[in-house]
């Protein structure tokens, strides 16, 4: 198993990738903290993991909050002795507004999930990975913050602010046997539409140019194996990039 005793925090999954992730890394030998704000959803990946013979516990996590964030990272190794693998799924998209649309309350709370949490995951685990030498942290962006087209300003700069992030963290603890990479999904079957609201009239029909080019939508599981490929040791000289998950769909610009 490509994961064997390795410990595993995954945010955002109670459902679509987080869910795909989570039962995949139990699979090959992960035990996993299932992080996310909707606890029955969690509960019932963790208990689908352990009826299959794996590991995992259920966490409520409002990734918004540091102190829930904390509390996640201070679970994992209270729970399972340590922590090896990061992986910063959970996200929130905007309702396509175009910066001259966006509210500061929508833009603060995009971010607050999308970007600063993934900054607070990152910064509680890395005294555990500095301690044991080694750590694996991954940040799933989206193919949004790599162009301007994908979705509204908020989401668009959030994740933009994610790839940067990625990119620094690599960077900065490439010595210490730290890796942190990204992963750029393009389309993906998921359910992030249920945090959209008061969807942009201009915003929707401005992306629609982009989005006519989509090759076809991607599985959850199909992300989960790319967030395996760089949680292994397969992926041990892949450090500070963005790997695009997207059927080819931004090869088109």
Same mark, same amino acid.
């Given at each position: 198993?490509?994961?064997? *005793?390795?410990?595993?925090?995954?945010?955002?999954?109670?459902?679509?990738?987080?869910?795909? &992730?989570a039962e995949l890394y139990a699979k090959e030998g992960a035990k996993v903290i299932v992080a996310d704000l909707n606890l029955e959803g969690a509960e019932q990946v963790a208990q689908g993991i352990v009826a299959k013979g794996g590991a995992a516990k259920a966490?409520?996590? *409002?990734?918004?909050?540091?102190?829930? &964030?904390?509390?996640?990272?201070?679970?994992?190794?209270?729970?399972?002795?340590?922590?090896?693998i990061l992986v910063n799924n959970a996200g929130i998209m905007d309702g396509f507004e175009p910066v001259g649309e966006i509210t500061e309350e929508k833009w603060d709370r995009v971010f607050d999930v999308n970007t600063k949490g993934v900054m607070r995951a990152t910064?509680?685990?890395?005294?555990?990975?500095?301690?044991?030498?080694?750590?694996? &942290?991954?940040?799933?962006?989206?193919?949004?913050?790599?162009?301007?087209?994908?979705?509204?300003?908020?989401?668009?700069?959030?994740?933009?602010?994610?790839i940067g992030l990625t990119?620094?963290?690599?960077?900065?603890?490439?010595?210490?046997?730290?890796?942190?990479?990204? &992963?750029a999904p393009g389309a993906?079957?998921?359910n992030i539409q249920a945090s959209m609201s008061s969807l942009s009239e201009f915003g929707v029909s401005r992306t629609k140019l982009?989005?006519?080019?989509?090759?076809?939508?991607?599985?959850?599981?199909?992300?989960?194996?790319?967030?395996?490929f760089l949680a292994s040791d397969e992926s041990s000289f892949l450090n500070g990039t963005v790997v695009t998950a997207d059927a080819g769909w931004t090869s088109a610009f």
């Amino acid at each position: 198993m490509k994961l064997h *005793n390795q410990v595993a925090v995954v945010t955002g999954a109670a459902s679509g990738m987080g869910k795909a &992730i989570a039962e995949l890394y139990a699979k090959e030998g992960a035990k996993v903290i299932v992080a996310d704000l909707n606890l029955e959803g969690a509960e019932q990946v963790a208990q689908g993991i352990v009826a299959k013979g794996g590991a995992a516990k259920a966490l409520k996590v *409002n990734i918004a909050q540091l102190a829930d &964030i904390e509390s996640m990272i201070d679970t994992a190794v209270s729970e399972y002795g340590t922590l090896d693998i990061l992986v910063n799924n959970a996200g929130i998209m905007d309702g396509f507004e175009p910066v001259g649309e966006i509210t500061e309350e929508k833009w603060d709370r995009v971010f607050d999930v999308n970007t600063k949490g993934v900054m607070r995951a990152t910064r509680k685990a890395l005294p555990l990975f500095l301690e044991k030498g080694k750590g694996v &942290i991954i940040n799933v962006a989206s193919t949004g913050g790599l162009n301007g087209a994908h979705a509204g300003a908020a989401y668009v700069a959030s994740k933009h602010a994610v790839i940067g992030l990625t990119k620094n963290t690599g960077f900065m603890y490439a010595g210490k046997g730290i890796r942190c990479n990204a &992963i750029a999904p393009g389309a993906v079957m998921t359910n992030i539409q249920a945090s959209m609201s008061s969807l942009s009239e201009f915003g929707v029909s401005r992306t629609k140019l982009t989005q006519s080019l989509i090759p076809r939508a991607g599985s959850p599981d199909e992300i989960a194996k790319v967030a395996l490929f760089l949680a292994s040791d397969e992926s041990s000289f892949l450090n500070g990039t963005v790997v695009t998950a997207d059927a080819g769909w931004t090869s088109a610009f």
